[in-house]
């Protein structure tokens, strides 16, 4: 079946402009994930959502990143003002409501703010 | 607090050897344990997980990895490596009782040599 979608791949802004990045869970998914990886780190936790809510936000850096689930399927996470140090692939991830389920990764956008 | 080591940036190993990619972990309380692997310009792969029961996991790929309790570890193990097989691996782990979101480490670079 069709897994994690994220559109678009690269997304190259300018400092200060305001950006969307989209992700497409896998069917059935209740829960979605937000990750952004820096070069050479690991994945770090943005945000959670269980169905249509924000379970647990306590990973945005702040109050510029924002995201929302409107019908508990397809997610979209907004940065408003970019900064240079948003710069990184941001990844989104789904899975089963149970929480001892793997998570499934899309591909990531890559973002560059210059 | 929840976190992962992986004390290894790259592991070289040559072909048809035995690999072992380390990870510790430390949390409050029991752990959920999950090794992912990460081709270049591809999302995070799920490989496999702990949750309870055997110590000694099997996953995809011929990967497998055994938890150990007392020395907070899950080593990533192959009996017989391929060159397919270099990538990045991440160990993450959650709180069976915490928080949603995975702690990812910062990751392994594996080289198989021809």
């Known amino acids: 079946g069709a897994g994690v979608s994220q559109t678009p791949s690269n997304k190259v802004t300018e400092k200060g402009k305001y950006v969307e990045l989209r992700c497409d869970p896998i069917?059935?998914?209740?829960?979605l994930y937000w990750y952004r990886q820096s070069l050479g780190q690991g994945p770090e936790f943005l945000i959670y959502?269980?169905?249509?809510?924000?379970?647990?936000d306590s990973g945005l850096p702040n109050d510029r990143f924002f995201a929302v689930r409107p019908e508990g399927s397809v997610s979209t996470l907004k940065i408003q003002r970019t900064e240079r140090g948003d710069s990184a692939v941001y990844l989104c991830?789904?899975?089963?409501?149970?929480?001892?389920?793997?998570?499934?990764f899309g591909p990531g956008t890559r973002l560059t703010v210059l | 607090a929840q976190s992962v080591a992986q004390p290894e940036d790259q592991v070289n190993v040559a072909e048809g050897n035995p690999l072992t990619v380390k990870c510790t972990y430390s949390v409050s309380g029991n752990p959920y344990l999950f090794w992912y692997v990460q081709y270049p310009n591809r999302g995070l792969q799920f490989l496999l997980k702990?949750?309870?029961?055997?110590?000694l996991v099997k996953g995809s790929y011929g990967f497998e990895a055994e938890f150990n309790k007392s020395q907070t570890s899950f080593h990533l193990k192959k009996p017989s490596a391929l060159v397919s097989d270099s990538a990045l691996y991440f160990c993450a782990v959650r709180e069976q009782t915490g928080a949603n979101n995975l702690f990812f480490g910062t990751g392994t670079r594996l080289t198989v040599i021809p």
């Open positions: 991830a789904s899975s089963p409501a149970l929480l001892h389920n793997e998570q499934f």
């Open positions: 959502f269980q169905g249509t809510g924000a379970a647990d």
């Open positions: 702990y949750i309870t029961g055997d110590n």
């Open positions: 069917s059935g998914h209740t829960a």
